[in-house]
């Protein structure tokens, strides 16, 4: 399998992973919308990949037009993370990664997503069995890696020397300290201070953390040397985001909120119908009306119900701009 890495025109500006955001629907639309260079699965926990496969088969689904796509994975058993390598590689998946970034206490109190970071005896093991497992398969798969920077510059440099060590194709870099979770200050000098170790190993290097437009995102891979950019929170509900200096009307909103609506209760199902909710929020701001909108859409059960709810805020919203422009009511 030949490495798509290396093929990806740089800057690489991709979509971060998220989990519970960029499953199946939503990469489905964003594709619609603006196709990022690179896409992510969900993490998927390794350990539960291996005892009950079932349950993740819509984790690791995806469609053949979202190529080049890489499955994430977490956990912290290295039999685990090897157990699996032959499943995710047998998918069909272009790549796949390594999570050691994720801070949350689920994740990390048995060891695994950022608790790895400084872990070197246990983040080795598990770099060492999942590469084994990859030449194994003879497959090829690249194998990628996302973590976060450390609290202090001499303990980056060391967690990244270490990762560096490793035959990985790319890293990604996420400029918070674990302890920030999601939000805060992003540290991009520290993530150009790692990129120059990761890089000087020919190891491909992306940034991550707070970027809210395709500009900035671009000026921040020249800026700090880096190949790419992963954008996260700003691109949810925001799938325009990957084109240049472009905002969506509201006609263009509401039609992408039915679409992701019909996707999310083909792929879910009227049961699991709330998982599109997260998107819903994203989209319908920055608008009049849309605070009532957004609560209507919260509670919705299924696409019909999405589409009454758009069809009566199109009408209302008709209706309105027809008072709004009569004689003597726009002048009042
Ligand atoms: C809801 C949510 C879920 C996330 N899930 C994952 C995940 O599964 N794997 C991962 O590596 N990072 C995950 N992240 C972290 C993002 O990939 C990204 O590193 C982080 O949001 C910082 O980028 P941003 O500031 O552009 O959002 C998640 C973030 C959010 C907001």
């Known amino acids: 399998m030949a490495d798509f890495w290396k093929q990806l025109k740089k800057p690489i500006i991709g ?37 009950r496969p079932e349950k993740l088969k819509r984790r690791i689904y995806f469609g ?7 499955a994430q994975i977490f956990g912290h058993t290295p039999s685990a993370f090897a157990g699996i390598v032959e499943k995710i590689a ?20 048995s060891g695994g997503g950022g608790a790895l970071i400084g872990n070197f005896k246990l983040a080795g093991e598990i ?7 990859i030449e194994s398969t003879k497959k090829n798969i690249p194998l990628s890696v996302k973590t976060r920077i450390r609290e202090s510059q001499t303990a980056t440099r060391e967690w990244f020397s270490f990762l560096a060590g490793f035959p990985f194709s ?12 999601l939000s805060g200050p992003v540290d991009w000098p520290a993530i150009e201070d ?3 170790i990761v890089k000087s190993k020919g190891i491909l290097c992306l940034g991550n953390g707070g970027i809210t437009s395709l500009t900035e995102a671009k000026e921040k891979c ?6 790419g950019i992963l954008i996260g929170k700003a691109a949810v509900g925001n799938p325009w985001i990957f084109k240049e200096n472009y905002k969506p009307d509201i006609k263009e909103i509401l039609d992408t909120v039915v679409r992701h609506g019909e996707l999310a209760q ?27 909108l957004r609560m209507e859409l919260l509670k919705s059960k299924n696409i019909d119900e999405v589409k009454k709810i758009i069809h009566g805020f199109v009408e209302f919203e008709k209706e309105r701009s027809i008072e709004l422009a009569e004689p003597g009511v726009a002048a009042g």
């Open 64 to 70: 053949e037009n979202e190529r080049p796509l890489v």
């Open 15 to 51: 979509l971060a992973p998220m989990d519970g955001v960029t499953d199946y629907p939503a990469r489905q639309i964003q594709i619609e919308v603006a196709r990022p260079d690179i896409l992510f699965t969900e993490f998927v926990c390794v350990e539960f990949l291996s005892a």
């Open 170 to 181: 790319a890293i990604t870099i996420h400029g918070r300290i674990l302890k920030q979770c």
């Open 90 to 109: 047998a998918s069909g998946f272009d790549g796949l990664e390594i999570n050691m970034g994720c801070p949350s206490r689920n994740v990390t109190k």
């Open 222 to 227: 020249v800026a700090h040397k880096l190949d």
């Open 127 to 133: 770099i060492r069995a999942t590469i084994a497992a």
């Open 194 to 196: 790692a990129a120059e």
């Open 266 to 292: 083909e792929f879910y199902g009227e049961r699991n119908f709330s998982a599109v909710f997260k998107h819903f929020n994203g989209y319908v701001r920055g608008f009049d009306g849309c605070k009532q």
